[in-house]
C-alpha cells in the first residue's frame, strides 16, 4: 500500500492580489522523484516554499506524512531545500558547511564527524572535507549543498532548479547522480524545473503546470505519449499539432486525410487537435506515402536530421529522422496509427484518463495489428 509523504487540499496563494496558486489539490508518494514542471510564473517554486513553510498558504491545508503543517515554521518541519544558488557559506570549508544544521541542533562531536563522513561519501565526495568551498567546481559546490541538506535526514527534499547554473555535460552528470543518489536514499524528492528533458529524465512523476493550476499529472511516458492538451503537447517536447475531425472511433481527419488512430470515446464529427511527435514520422517513398511534402529545411542534431516541411494544404510538418533530405525536393510521409494521438478541447485530467482507461484494453488489441 502506498503512502502519501505531501498532501495539498485546495492550496491558494496570492501576492498584491494577484493568484499564483488557484485552490490546487495533488499528493505525492513516499520515496518517489516528482517534478514541478512549468515556465516562470506559473507557481512551482511558491508550490515548494509552502512545502518548506517559508511561505503561507491563504487558504487550504497542507499536510506532511500525515501531520497537518499549514501553519507550522519551517524548523518544525522535516524538509530540507536545496536552493538554485546552493546558498553555500564562503567562509566555511565543506565540513563546516556540511555540518551546519548539525551544529545549530549542538549534535555531539563524533557522532557529527561520522554523520558528515556519511553524507560526503553519499555525494561522492569523500576526502574533500577540509576543501575551501571556491576551490569547488560547480557540480561539487552542488553535492555539498546536497550532503547539508541530506545529513538532517530530512522526510523531503526540496530542490528549487539546483542544476540550471551548470553546463550541458555536467548538468547531463549531475541528472544521473541525482536520480541514483535519491533511489539509495529512498527519500521523497521534488525537484523544479522548466527544462522539459530534465524533467522527463529524472522523474518518477511529472506535474505539468501553468498559470497557478497542475494541468496534467503523470510518469514522463505518459506525460510525453498522451498530453492531454494543447498546452502540454506544446511545452514537453518538439510536437507537430494539427486542428481536426473525429469521424468515428479509430479514425480520424486532419490535414485532408481520414488516417486510422487508436483513439476512441469521442463523439462523431467532433473537432479536436491532433498531436503526432517528430519522431514517429516516417519518410517514404511518394507512392506508399500518406502525406507528400516539400522541405524547407534541415539540421543535423547529431542522432537526427531535424527536417521542416509543408504539405500541399500549406501545413507545416516538423520531421526527426535518421534519413537524410534533399532541400527543395518532396518527400513522402507516413504515421501508424498508435503514433496519432487525439486530443479533446476543454476536457479535464479525469475525463482525459477515464477515457483512457476505458479503451486501453482494446486499444493495445489494435495496436498489435498495426
Not at 336 to 351: C, D, K, L, Q
Request: charged residues 30%; proline residues 4%; hydrophobic residues 40%.
Amino acid at each position: 500500500m502506498t503512502q502519501n509523504m505531501i498532501e495539498f487540499h485546495q492550496v491558494a496563494k496570492s501576492f498584491d492580489g494577484n493568484k499564483v496558486l488557484k485552490d490546487i489539490s495533488f499528493s505525492i508518494e513516499k520515496g518517489k522523484f516528482y517534478t514541478l514542471l512549468g515556465p516562470s510564473g506559473c507557481g512551482k517554486t511558491t508550490i515548494l516554499r509552502l512545502i518548506a513553510g517559508f511561505l503561507s498558504a491563504d487558504t487550504g491545508d497542507i499536510i506532511l506524512n500525515d501531520e497537518k503543517v499549514t501553519d507550522l515554521p519551517p524548523n518544525q518541519r522535516r524538509v530540507n531545500t536545496v536552493f538554485q544558488d546552493y546558498a553555500l557559506f564562503p567562509h566555511m570549508n565543506v565540513e563546516d558547511n556540511v555540518a551546519f544544521g548539525l551544529n545549530l541542533k549542538k549534535v555531539p562531536k563524533d557522532e557529527k564527524t561520522r554523520r558528515v563522513r556519511e553524507a560526503l561519501k553519499m555525494v561522492r565526495l569523500e576526502g574533500y572535507e577540509k576543501r575551501q568551498i571556491h576551490e569547488m567546481s560547480g557540480g561539487q559546490r552542488q553535492r555539498v549543498a546536497i550532503a547539508r541538506a541530506i545529513i538532517n535526514e530530512p522526510d523531503v527534499l526540496l530542490l528549487d532548479e539546483p542544476l540550471s547554473a551548470l553546463d550541458l555535460k555536467l548538468r547531463t552528470e549531475m541528472q544521473y547522480e541525482l536520480r541514483a543518489l535519491q533511489q539509495r536514499l529512498g527519500i521523497t524528492f521534488v525537484f523544479v524545473t522548466h527544462d522539459q528533458e530534465e524533467a522527463l529524465a529524472m522523474s518518477d512523476y511529472v506535474f505539468v503546470m501553468s498559470d497557478g493550476r497542475i494541468v496534467q499529472k503523470g510518469t514522463p511516458l505518459d506525460i510525453y505519449d498522451e498530453p492531454i492538451n494543447h498546452f502540454v503537447a506544446d511545452f514537453v517536447g518538439e510536437t507537430n499539432i494539427f486542428d481536426g475531425t473525429m469521424i468515428d472511433d479509430y479514425l480520424v481527419k486532419f490535414c485532408g486525410e481520414e488516417l486510422n488512430c487508436v483513439d476512441a470515446g469521442i463523439p462523431k464529427n467532433e473537432a479536436i487537435e491532433v498531436v503526432i511527435r517528430p519522431e514517429d514520422i516516417e519518410i517514404v517513398p511518394i507512392d506508399e506515402a500518406q502525406f507528400v511534402v516539400e522541405v524547407h529545411s534541415q539540421l543535423f542534431r547529431g542522432v537526427h536530421y531535424e527536417i521542416n516541411c509543408t504539405d500541399q494544404s500549406g501545413n507545416s510538418w516538423m520531421i526527426h529522422s535518421t534519413k537524410q533530405a534533399t532541400v527543395g525536393t518532396q518527400v513522402g510521409i507516413s504515421i501508424t496509427p498508435p503514433a496519432i494521438h487525439v486530443m479533446r478541447f476543454n476536457e479535464s485530467e479525469e475525463e482525459f484518463y477515464h477515457r483512457l482507461e476505458r479503451y486501453s484494453k482494446e486499444d493495445d488489441t489494435r495496436e498489435e495489428d498495426f
